[in-house]
């Protein structure tokens, strides 16, 4: 495949957003899940130096900050997800000297920062969460999470029906400091994870402290996760059917997207507005819709939401049309950027998910899928690996998993591990550079034919889907009509095939996408930019592929 590109473009032109300050308006942002990224010791697991070694390679890239999954001291019982101390950092990704370098260095290259806060729950070995099982019941440490008597006649049942996201009841009793079966306490995900009771103010205190420490370390902002999860409804009323953990994020619960939680975030954004920089928290908040999501980005709240519709949505041209307009529309109402996104650590990888069986049509339709979410007015994030177009992994041996959910009976069904595969950066066989020793194991195993989708085996070949991400990153910094602003212009287009354009004072730019199989003729709008696939554009009209979506200079 080749690509069509116009004169040479430089990757540090600033966007249009970044030169009028709000960078993040308009920011591309990539997702490090550190666990995966790089090792720099050789035991395997990902870390912060290896993390910092590989910033220039995000750089050139041509994202605009990078995003590090959690990194906290922590028993890893859900991928760092439950946090024994968010003041420090484990030892297996580095120290907390390492987490400063890293900040700096990213500043040095133009990057910027930001780090996961998991502020709905924490871990059990939390000092917090020790002392008040230490102290008993009546304990006021307590009264910072969700303790409660049974049901039933010697309490043996829980206190209400929710049920955990990682399946079974979202409830765990106690064994009391006198051996007596006690109390139950509430975690919407693993045992392991307790959830805080945001009703009582040392929690508020505490991450408003928590948010200070890193923000004084030089982070450019926060990754809210579970943002929709924090406030209960009061009482913590029944939901009165099981089977909830499908509903999740389709119908209103009593544990999720509370009103109470604004509040809670508006206290977060005057800490952020106090700091130089244009600091920024985005949220994780899976909601009924997309007009609930845009509540929390209003504009005394936070920043960004995750799209969690346009990712969910699958390979048709009316249903991505339709999400399109809705979360613009949505985000337009409060005056917030809309994001794009379609892979994160928790969902199988978009290569994938698009193939239905077929890997060389999962890969012409995630490049094309590519082109047309950086095409769209908003924020756009990328998640580690995507831009060597890396499949789910989906044979990892069953004594290899370390998905929490995937020893569940019921809830998600554990296939988190897939996405997580540590990078392969060179050579021919695993661990491909991941570490320092090639040969030696990584945390998760790498396939062996992962050697043809190295960075090393891509890295200057026009074909490849690395070069094609850095040519499209690169497209989109230098035309302010990609990214920056809030509307589009849906242009008349045969079924099956979405067209639009995109205009600013600097001129304008039309994105075509064909999701069918077959070729469509179409006029040729202008001069084409960049392709997903091998295409020759005509004076009058141009056959698009099956599959492929173009960028044009209109």
């Not at 049974?150 to 051996?179: H, I, Q, Y």
């Not at 507005?273 to 936070?302: H, K, N």
């Not at 995507?386 to 554990?414: K, W």
Request: aromatic share 10%; hydrophobic share 40%; glycine share 10%.
């Amino acid at each position: 495949m080749t690509q069509h590109v116009t004169d040479p473009v430089t990757i540090e032109t600033p966007t249009a957003a970044s030169r009028r300050g709000e960078w993040w308006r308009d920011a591309v942002i990539y997702q490090v899940y550190p666990r995966s990224f790089a090792d720099s010791n050789g035991d395997g697991i990902g870390d912060l130096p290896g993390i910092r070694a590989r910033l220039p390679y995000l750089k050139k890239l041509g994202v605009d900050a990078v995003w590090l999954s959690p990194f906290y001291a922590s028993p890893q019982a859900d991928g760092g997800y439950d946090v024994a101390d968010y003041r420090a950092v484990d030892p297996m990704f580095g120290t907390l000297s390492d987490a400063d370098d890293l900040v700096h260095d990213a500043h040095t290259l133009g990057l910027r920062v930001i780090v996961d806060l998991v502020p709905n729950h924490c871990s059990d070995q939390h000092e917090w969460f020790r002392q008040a099982l230490r102290e008993g019941p009546g304990s006021p440490l307590r009264e910072r999470f969700h303790f409660r008597p049974g049901k039933g006649t010697g309490g043996e049942l829980p206190p209400n029906d929710w049920e955990s996201v990682f399946g079974g009841p979202a409830w765990t009793r106690v064994t009391e400091p006198d051996g007596t079966p006690g109390e139950w306490y509430l975690h919407l995900f693993a045992p392991e994870q307790p959830d805080f009771n945001w009703d009582h103010p040392a929690v508020h205190d505490e991450f408003r402290s928590i948010l200070r420490f890193w923000l004084d370390l030089g982070v450019d902002g926060f990754r809210v996760d579970v943002a929709h999860g924090l406030v209960k409804a009061a009482g913590l009323p029944d939901v009165g059917h099981d089977g909830q953990v499908r509903l999740l994020g389709t119908q209103a619960m009593p544990y999720f997207d509370q009103d109470g939680v604004h509040d809670v975030y508006r206290s977060w954004r005057r800490i952020l507005d106090e700091y130089a920089g244009e600091r920024i928290a985005v949220a994780e908040a899976w909601t009924p819709t997309v007009e609930r999501s845009a509540l929390y980005l209003r504009p005394d709240e936070l920043h960004q939401a995750f799209n969690f519709a346009f990712l969910g949505t699958g390979w048709n041209a009316a249903e991505l049309r339709d999400v399109i307009d809705r979360s613009l529309r949505a985000m337009n109402a409060v005056h917030a950027p809309a994001t794009w996104v379609l892979s994160n650590h928790d969902v199988v990888r978009h290569t994938t998910r698009l193939a239905e069986g077929d890997a060389a049509r999962g890969l012409r339709r995630a490049r094309s899928a590519t082109l047309l979410m950086l095409a769209l007015p908003g924020s756009v994030y990328l998640y580690q690996g995507e831009e060597l177009g890396l499949p789910e992994v989906v044979d990892l041996p069953d004594e290899v998993r370390q998905d929490p959910a995937f020893f569940r009976d019921t809830g998600q069904d554990g296939t988190r591990d897939g996405c997580r595969v540590p990078i392969p950066w060179s050579g021919q066989v695993p661990p491909f550079g991941f570490g320092t020793v090639d040969g030696g194991p990584s945390w998760l195993p790498q396939p062996a034919d992962w050697k043809h989708l190295t960075v090393e085996a891509q890295e200057g070949d026009a074909a490849s889907t690395l070069e094609f991400y850095r040519r499209a990153l690169a497209v989109r910094r230098e035309y302010p009509a990609l990214g920056a602003g809030r509307q589009i212009t849906w242009l008349d287009s045969p079924e099956g095939v979405l067209a639009f354009r995109r205009d600013s004072e600097r001129g304008s730019f039309v994105c075509t996408a064909n999701l069918t199989a077959a070729p469509v003729t179409l006029t040729t709008p202008g001069a084409l930019l960049l392709a997903s696939a091998d295409v020759e554009p005509g004076a009058e009209t141009t056959v698009l592929p099956g599959e492929c979506a173009l960028w044009w200079a209109a």
